[in-house]
Protein backbone atom coordinates (compact mmCIF):
# COMPACT_ATOMS: atom_id res chain seq x y z
CA UNK A 1 0.00 0.00 0.00
CA UNK A 2 3.24 2.56 1.00
CA UNK A 3 4.05 1.95 -2.92
CA UNK A 4 0.79 2.54 -4.32
CA UNK A 5 0.35 6.03 -2.18
CA UNK A 6 4.09 6.88 -3.73
CA UNK A 7 2.43 6.35 -7.26
CA UNK A 8 -0.42 8.49 -6.62
CA UNK A 9 1.42 11.16 -5.47
CA UNK A 10 3.98 11.07 -8.39
CA UNK A 11 1.10 11.11 -10.73
CA UNK A 12 -1.03 14.28 -9.11
CA UNK A 13 2.00 16.22 -7.86
CA UNK A 14 2.58 17.24 -4.16
CA UNK A 15 -0.04 19.55 -2.52
CA UNK A 16 1.84 22.24 -0.29
CA UNK A 17 -1.19 23.07 2.39
CA UNK A 18 -1.77 26.43 3.46
CA UNK A 19 -0.37 26.48 6.96
CA UNK A 20 3.04 25.44 4.91
CA UNK A 21 2.66 27.76 2.73
CA UNK A 22 2.16 30.58 5.67
CA UNK A 23 4.84 29.10 7.35
CA UNK A 24 7.32 29.36 3.92
CA UNK A 25 6.46 33.24 3.59
CA UNK A 26 7.32 33.87 7.13
CA UNK A 27 10.67 32.53 6.63
CA UNK A 28 11.06 33.99 4.12
CA UNK A 29 10.91 37.23 5.07
CA UNK A 30 12.78 37.18 8.14
CA UNK A 31 15.44 36.06 5.66
CA UNK A 32 14.76 39.49 3.51
CA UNK A 33 15.14 41.33 6.33
CA UNK A 34 18.22 40.08 7.69
CA UNK A 35 19.92 39.23 4.46
CA UNK A 36 24.07 38.16 4.30
CA UNK A 37 26.89 38.24 2.47
CA UNK A 38 28.39 34.76 0.96
CA UNK A 39 30.46 32.43 2.81
CA UNK A 40 28.74 35.07 5.57
CA UNK A 41 25.15 33.17 6.07
CA UNK A 42 25.76 32.24 9.99
CA UNK A 43 22.36 33.78 10.71
CA UNK A 44 20.68 32.02 7.98
CA UNK A 45 22.51 28.34 8.03
CA UNK A 46 21.29 28.54 11.71
CA UNK A 47 17.97 28.99 11.10
CA UNK A 48 17.83 26.36 7.97
CA UNK A 49 19.48 23.87 10.37
CA UNK A 50 16.87 24.30 13.58
CA UNK A 51 14.25 23.76 10.94
CA UNK A 52 15.43 20.73 9.57
CA UNK A 53 16.32 18.71 12.44
CA UNK A 54 12.65 19.88 13.64
CA UNK A 55 11.16 18.05 11.36
CA UNK A 56 13.73 14.77 11.97
CA UNK A 57 16.26 15.42 9.59
CA UNK A 58 19.84 14.59 9.75
CA UNK A 59 21.53 17.80 9.39
CA UNK A 60 25.58 18.87 8.63
CA UNK A 61 25.76 21.99 9.90
CA UNK A 62 28.90 24.29 8.47
CA UNK A 63 29.96 21.65 6.01
CA UNK A 64 33.27 21.69 4.89
CA UNK A 65 34.34 24.75 6.90
CA UNK A 66 31.79 27.01 5.06
CA UNK A 67 28.29 28.05 6.13
CA UNK A 68 26.49 25.36 4.30
CA UNK A 69 23.87 23.34 5.50
CA UNK A 70 23.41 19.58 4.02
CA UNK A 71 20.12 18.09 4.96
CA UNK A 72 19.55 13.98 4.66
CA UNK A 73 16.26 12.29 4.12
CA UNK A 74 15.69 8.48 3.93
CA UNK A 75 12.61 7.11 2.66
CA UNK A 76 10.37 5.09 4.32
CA UNK A 77 9.78 2.58 1.38
CA UNK A 78 13.52 1.15 1.62
CA UNK A 79 16.76 2.32 -0.40
CA UNK A 80 16.66 3.67 -3.69
CA UNK A 81 18.42 6.45 -5.54
CA UNK A 82 19.95 9.70 -3.81
CA UNK A 83 18.87 12.94 -5.33
CA UNK A 84 20.02 16.49 -4.65
CA UNK A 85 17.79 19.30 -4.36
CA UNK A 86 19.85 22.85 -3.90
CA UNK A 87 19.24 26.56 -2.84
CA UNK A 88 21.15 29.25 -2.42
CA UNK A 89 21.60 31.12 0.92
CA UNK A 90 23.65 34.67 0.07
CA UNK A 91 22.54 37.84 -0.52
CA UNK A 92 24.08 41.02 -2.69
CA UNK A 93 26.19 43.70 -1.33
CA UNK A 94 23.58 46.36 -1.98
CA UNK A 95 21.09 48.43 -0.62
CA UNK A 96 17.44 47.54 -0.27
CA UNK A 97 15.06 50.49 -1.56
CA UNK A 98 12.07 47.82 -1.46
CA UNK A 99 10.09 50.11 1.20
CA UNK A 100 8.43 47.21 2.40
CA UNK A 101 8.29 46.09 6.13
CA UNK A 102 10.14 43.39 5.72
CA UNK A 103 13.01 45.63 4.18
CA UNK A 104 16.73 44.92 4.74
CA UNK A 105 17.96 46.47 8.29
CA UNK A 106 21.97 45.26 7.18
CA UNK A 107 22.92 48.31 5.62
CA UNK A 108 24.19 47.52 2.49
CA UNK A 109 23.19 44.20 2.13
CA UNK A 110 20.07 42.76 0.15
CA UNK A 111 18.33 39.78 -1.18
CA UNK A 112 18.00 41.60 -4.53
CA UNK A 113 17.52 38.17 -6.35
CA UNK A 114 15.76 35.68 -4.75
CA UNK A 115 17.69 33.36 -2.29
CA UNK A 116 15.73 34.12 0.45
CA UNK A 117 12.76 32.14 -1.47
CA UNK A 118 15.25 29.91 -2.99
CA UNK A 119 15.99 28.64 0.51
CA UNK A 120 12.11 28.77 1.70
CA UNK A 121 11.30 27.23 -0.91
CA UNK A 122 13.82 24.25 -0.61
CA UNK A 123 12.94 24.14 3.28
CA UNK A 124 9.07 24.14 2.46
CA UNK A 125 9.80 20.56 -0.02
CA UNK A 126 12.15 19.77 3.29
CA UNK A 127 9.24 19.48 5.15
CA UNK A 128 7.03 18.12 3.15
CA UNK A 129 8.80 15.00 2.35
CA UNK A 130 9.92 14.78 5.83
CA UNK A 131 6.03 14.62 6.61
CA UNK A 132 5.49 12.37 3.52
CA UNK A 133 8.51 10.22 3.09
CA UNK A 134 6.42 8.00 1.11
CA UNK A 135 9.63 7.11 -1.18
CA UNK A 136 12.22 4.97 -1.85
CA UNK A 137 15.82 6.13 -1.58
CA UNK A 138 17.12 9.43 -0.07
CA UNK A 139 17.22 13.02 -0.62
CA UNK A 140 19.91 15.65 -0.05
CA UNK A 141 18.90 18.71 0.77
CA UNK A 142 21.87 21.27 -0.14
CA UNK A 143 21.79 24.88 1.10
CA UNK A 144 24.29 26.37 -0.25
CA UNK A 145 26.70 29.57 0.93
CA UNK A 146 28.01 32.16 -1.70
CA UNK A 147 26.20 32.08 -5.37
CA UNK A 148 26.39 35.66 -5.97
CA UNK A 149 30.56 35.85 -5.76
CA UNK A 150 30.42 32.28 -7.80
CA UNK A 151 32.33 30.61 -5.38
CA UNK A 152 30.19 28.52 -2.93
CA UNK A 153 29.25 25.81 -4.86
CA UNK A 154 32.99 24.88 -5.40
CA UNK A 155 33.74 25.43 -2.00
CA UNK A 156 31.41 22.07 -1.46
CA UNK A 157 33.07 20.33 -3.92
CA UNK A 158 35.97 21.25 -2.66
CA UNK A 159 35.35 19.85 0.48
CA UNK A 160 33.76 16.90 -0.93
CA UNK A 161 29.95 16.96 -1.27
CA UNK A 162 29.96 14.23 -3.77
CA UNK A 163 32.00 12.49 -1.97
CA UNK A 164 30.27 12.32 1.25
CA UNK A 165 26.65 12.87 -0.59
CA UNK A 166 27.19 10.91 -3.96
CA UNK A 167 23.80 12.01 -5.83
CA UNK A 168 22.51 10.03 -8.89
CA UNK A 169 20.56 13.23 -9.69
CA UNK A 170 20.31 16.80 -9.10
CA UNK A 171 18.01 19.90 -9.25
CA UNK A 172 17.81 23.76 -8.71
CA UNK A 173 15.93 26.62 -9.79
CA UNK A 174 15.66 30.46 -10.17
CA UNK A 175 12.74 33.21 -10.11
CA UNK A 176 12.43 34.98 -13.61
CA UNK A 177 10.59 37.79 -14.61
CA UNK A 178 11.14 36.63 -18.22
CA UNK A 179 8.65 33.91 -17.89
CA UNK A 180 5.09 34.65 -17.02
CA UNK A 181 4.09 34.28 -12.83
CA UNK A 182 2.60 29.95 -12.67
CA UNK A 183 5.32 29.12 -15.64
CA UNK A 184 8.17 27.10 -15.73
CA UNK A 185 11.25 27.18 -17.90
CA UNK A 186 13.42 24.75 -18.34
CA UNK A 187 15.31 24.06 -21.76
CA UNK A 188 18.34 21.30 -22.63
CA UNK A 189 22.01 22.22 -23.05
CA UNK A 190 22.90 25.60 -22.31
CA UNK A 191 20.43 27.63 -19.74
CA UNK A 192 22.82 30.53 -17.98
CA UNK A 193 26.40 31.35 -19.61
CA UNK A 194 29.74 31.15 -18.46
CA UNK A 195 30.95 34.01 -16.27
CA UNK A 196 34.98 35.15 -16.41
CA UNK A 197 36.19 38.34 -14.91
CA UNK A 198 39.08 39.96 -15.92
CA UNK A 199 41.69 42.82 -15.09
CA UNK A 200 44.10 44.32 -17.61
CA UNK A 201 46.98 46.31 -16.23
CA UNK A 202 48.68 48.16 -18.19
CA UNK A 203 52.20 49.91 -17.28
CA UNK A 204 53.95 52.87 -19.17
CA UNK A 205 55.56 56.23 -18.54
CA UNK A 206 53.85 59.18 -17.26
CA UNK A 207 55.09 62.74 -17.88
CA UNK A 208 53.88 66.25 -18.98
CA UNK A 209 50.88 66.33 -20.94
CA UNK A 210 52.84 68.95 -23.35
CA UNK A 211 55.65 66.70 -23.74
CA UNK A 212 54.11 62.99 -24.88
CA UNK A 213 57.02 62.55 -26.68
CA UNK A 214 59.09 61.83 -23.29
CA UNK A 215 56.00 59.25 -21.91
CA UNK A 216 54.46 55.93 -23.10
CA UNK A 217 50.64 56.72 -22.51
CA UNK A 218 49.03 53.86 -20.83
CA UNK A 219 45.84 55.68 -22.21
CA UNK A 220 46.71 55.54 -25.87
CA UNK A 221 47.38 51.91 -25.23
CA UNK A 222 44.11 51.27 -23.98
CA UNK A 223 42.24 52.91 -25.74
CA UNK A 224 43.55 50.90 -29.14
CA UNK A 225 42.58 47.62 -26.91
CA UNK A 226 39.48 48.60 -26.44
CA UNK A 227 38.95 48.95 -29.97
CA UNK A 228 40.81 45.58 -30.88
CA UNK A 229 39.17 43.56 -28.06
CA UNK A 230 35.60 44.04 -30.53
CA UNK A 231 36.66 41.83 -32.93
CA UNK A 232 37.71 39.15 -30.47
CA UNK A 233 33.61 37.74 -30.44
CA UNK A 234 32.87 39.15 -34.34
CA UNK A 235 36.10 37.29 -36.31
CA UNK A 236 37.32 34.71 -33.78
CA UNK A 237 34.19 33.04 -32.57
CA UNK A 238 31.49 31.15 -34.83
CA UNK A 239 28.26 32.80 -35.31
CA UNK A 240 26.58 29.62 -34.37
CA UNK A 241 28.04 29.80 -30.75
CA UNK A 242 27.08 33.30 -28.23
CA UNK A 243 29.78 34.96 -26.29
CA UNK A 244 29.66 38.93 -25.22
CA UNK A 245 32.96 40.35 -24.07
CA UNK A 246 32.61 43.85 -22.37
CA UNK A 247 35.14 46.40 -21.17
CA UNK A 248 32.97 48.47 -18.23
CA UNK A 249 35.95 50.35 -16.44
CA UNK A 250 38.77 51.97 -17.88
CA UNK A 251 40.68 54.05 -14.72
CA UNK A 252 43.62 55.76 -15.23
CA UNK A 253 44.81 59.30 -14.03
CA UNK A 254 45.03 61.86 -10.95
CA UNK A 255 45.01 65.46 -13.14
CA UNK A 256 44.28 66.98 -15.91
CA UNK A 257 47.73 67.81 -17.29
CA UNK A 258 49.94 64.67 -16.36
CA UNK A 259 49.91 61.56 -18.54
CA UNK A 260 49.23 58.64 -16.37
CA UNK A 261 52.02 55.70 -15.98
CA UNK A 262 49.14 53.38 -14.84
CA UNK A 263 46.15 52.31 -16.40
CA UNK A 264 43.32 49.62 -15.76
CA UNK A 265 40.84 47.62 -17.58
CA UNK A 266 38.12 45.53 -16.21
CA UNK A 267 35.80 43.54 -17.64
CA UNK A 268 33.62 40.64 -18.10
CA UNK A 269 33.32 37.66 -20.82
CA UNK A 270 30.13 35.45 -20.79
CA UNK A 271 29.82 32.41 -23.45
CA UNK A 272 27.36 29.09 -23.51
CA UNK A 273 29.69 26.49 -24.56
CA UNK A 274 33.40 25.67 -22.78
CA UNK A 275 34.92 25.96 -26.16
CA UNK A 276 33.81 29.81 -26.69
CA UNK A 277 34.85 30.39 -23.21
CA UNK A 278 38.19 28.98 -23.80
CA UNK A 279 38.70 30.61 -27.53
CA UNK A 280 37.71 34.25 -26.50
CA UNK A 281 40.35 34.36 -23.10
CA UNK A 282 42.90 32.76 -25.36
CA UNK A 283 42.31 35.78 -27.65
CA UNK A 284 41.94 38.35 -24.78
CA UNK A 285 45.46 37.43 -23.63
CA UNK A 286 46.57 36.97 -27.23
CA UNK A 287 45.81 40.61 -27.94
CA UNK A 288 47.16 41.80 -24.67
CA UNK A 289 50.69 40.45 -25.42
CA UNK A 290 49.99 41.88 -29.18
CA UNK A 291 49.84 45.01 -27.42
CA UNK A 292 52.68 45.10 -25.35
CA UNK A 293 54.83 44.33 -27.53
CA UNK A 294 53.40 47.11 -30.41
CA UNK A 295 53.24 50.10 -27.94
CA UNK A 296 56.76 49.14 -26.01
CA UNK A 297 54.45 48.86 -22.15
CA UNK A 298 53.89 45.77 -19.93
CA UNK A 299 50.42 45.05 -19.82
CA UNK A 300 49.13 41.88 -17.58
CA UNK A 301 46.15 40.51 -17.66
CA UNK A 302 44.53 39.22 -14.51
CA UNK A 303 42.09 36.60 -14.83
CA UNK A 304 39.97 37.46 -11.43
CA UNK A 305 37.22 34.13 -11.56
CA UNK A 306 35.53 32.19 -13.92
CA UNK A 307 32.46 29.80 -13.87
CA UNK A 308 31.45 27.44 -16.69
CA UNK A 309 27.81 27.34 -18.34
CA UNK A 310 25.47 25.94 -16.70
CA UNK A 311 24.42 22.98 -19.39
CA UNK A 312 21.49 20.78 -18.56
CA UNK A 313 21.13 16.92 -19.43
CA UNK A 314 18.29 15.76 -21.64
CA UNK A 315 16.83 13.33 -19.00
CA UNK A 316 16.90 15.60 -15.73
CA UNK A 317 14.78 18.49 -18.36
CA UNK A 318 12.18 15.72 -19.03
CA UNK A 319 11.80 14.48 -15.14
CA UNK A 320 11.61 18.56 -14.54
CA UNK A 321 8.67 18.97 -17.10
CA UNK A 322 6.84 15.79 -16.02
CA UNK A 323 6.94 17.51 -12.08
CA UNK A 324 5.99 20.66 -13.35
CA UNK A 325 3.55 19.56 -15.35
CA UNK A 326 1.71 17.54 -12.12
CA UNK A 327 1.61 20.50 -9.96
CA UNK A 328 1.12 23.58 -12.74
CA UNK A 329 -0.50 21.82 -15.50
CA UNK A 330 1.34 20.56 -18.85
CA UNK A 331 0.43 24.35 -20.39
CA UNK A 332 2.18 25.97 -17.80
CA UNK A 333 5.44 24.64 -18.88
CA UNK A 334 7.70 26.44 -21.56
CA UNK A 335 11.22 25.93 -23.09
CA UNK A 336 12.56 29.06 -23.45
CA UNK A 337 13.95 29.39 -27.17
CA UNK A 338 17.58 31.44 -25.85
CA UNK A 339 19.39 31.14 -22.51
CA UNK A 340 19.80 33.64 -20.16
CA UNK A 341 23.49 35.34 -20.31
CA UNK A 342 23.37 35.55 -16.45
CA UNK A 343 25.75 32.87 -14.60
CA UNK A 344 25.67 30.48 -11.98
CA UNK A 345 28.03 28.54 -9.96
CA UNK A 346 25.10 25.49 -9.96
CA UNK A 347 26.93 24.41 -13.35
CA UNK A 348 29.84 23.41 -10.73
CA UNK A 349 27.40 21.03 -9.70
CA UNK A 350 26.22 19.97 -12.98
CA UNK A 351 30.16 18.99 -13.70
CA UNK A 352 30.02 16.52 -11.21
CA UNK A 353 26.48 15.48 -11.11
CA UNK A 354 23.85 14.64 -14.13
CA UNK A 355 20.74 17.27 -13.56
CA UNK A 356 19.03 20.45 -14.55
CA UNK A 357 18.35 23.87 -13.47
CA UNK A 358 14.68 25.44 -14.12
CA UNK A 359 13.31 28.99 -14.04
CA UNK A 360 10.09 29.48 -12.09
CA UNK A 361 8.11 32.60 -13.27
CA UNK A 362 8.04 35.54 -10.95
CA UNK A 363 6.07 38.04 -11.33
CA UNK A 364 8.30 41.50 -10.09
CA UNK A 365 11.32 43.16 -10.79
CA UNK A 366 14.31 41.77 -12.01
CA UNK A 367 16.94 40.39 -10.13
CA UNK A 368 19.57 42.96 -8.73
CA UNK A 369 17.04 45.91 -8.95
CA UNK A 370 17.02 47.89 -5.90
CA UNK A 371 13.64 47.55 -4.89
CA UNK A 372 13.66 43.89 -5.78
CA UNK A 373 11.57 41.49 -3.70
CA UNK A 374 10.65 37.81 -4.04
CA UNK A 375 7.32 37.05 -5.39
CA UNK A 376 5.79 34.85 -1.89
CA UNK A 377 2.96 33.21 -4.65
CA UNK A 378 6.11 31.55 -6.30
CA UNK A 379 6.81 29.42 -2.38
CA UNK A 380 4.35 26.61 -2.61
CA UNK A 381 4.99 26.48 -6.66
CA UNK A 382 8.39 25.97 -5.77
CA UNK A 383 7.98 23.37 -2.84
CA UNK A 384 5.62 21.61 -4.52
CA UNK A 385 7.50 20.33 -7.66
CA UNK A 386 10.84 19.55 -5.37
CA UNK A 387 9.04 17.49 -3.76
CA UNK A 388 6.99 15.78 -7.12
CA UNK A 389 10.35 15.80 -8.19
CA UNK A 390 11.36 13.28 -5.26
CA UNK A 391 8.42 11.51 -5.35
CA UNK A 392 8.64 10.83 -9.17
CA UNK A 393 11.70 10.01 -9.34
CA UNK A 394 12.21 7.71 -6.12
CA UNK A 395 9.09 6.38 -6.83
CA UNK A 396 10.86 5.01 -10.80
CA UNK A 397 12.74 3.19 -8.71
CA UNK A 398 9.79 1.50 -6.40
CA UNK A 399 8.30 0.36 -10.11
CA UNK A 400 11.51 -0.80 -11.35
CA UNK A 401 11.88 -2.88 -8.06
CA UNK A 402 8.50 -4.30 -8.47
CA UNK A 403 8.45 -4.79 -12.13
CA UNK A 404 11.92 -7.05 -11.46
CA UNK A 405 10.77 -9.09 -9.13
Known sequence: MPAAVAHTVALAGARIGDDLAQA?????RDFHRYPELGHQEHRTATRVAELLRGWGIVVHEGYGGTTGVIGVLDGRLGSGPTLGLRADMDALPMQDQGGHEHQSRHDGVAHACGHDGHTAILL?????????????????FIFQ?????????????DAGLFRDFPCDELYGLHNNNCIGPGQVGVRVGAILSA????????QGVGGHAAMPHQANDPIVVGAALVQSL????????????????????????SAINVIADHAVLRGTVRTLSREAQARTLERLRDLCEGAAQGYG??????????SPPTINQAGPVDHVKRAAAAVLGADQVIDPVTPLMASEDFAYLLDHCP????????????????????????????AAIFATLAYQRLADSVSSKASAT
Not at 145 to 157: C, F, I, R
Not at 297 to 306: G, M, N, T, V
Open 195 to 202: CDLFEIHI
Open 145 to 157: PAEEPLTGAQALV
Open 24 to 28: MRGWR
Open 355 to 382: GAYFFLGHDGLTCHHPEFDFDDALLPQG
Open 230 to 253: QSVVSRNISPFETAVLSICQFQAG
Open 297 to 306: CRIEFRHLLS
Open 124 to 140: GAACHLAAHPDFAGRVV
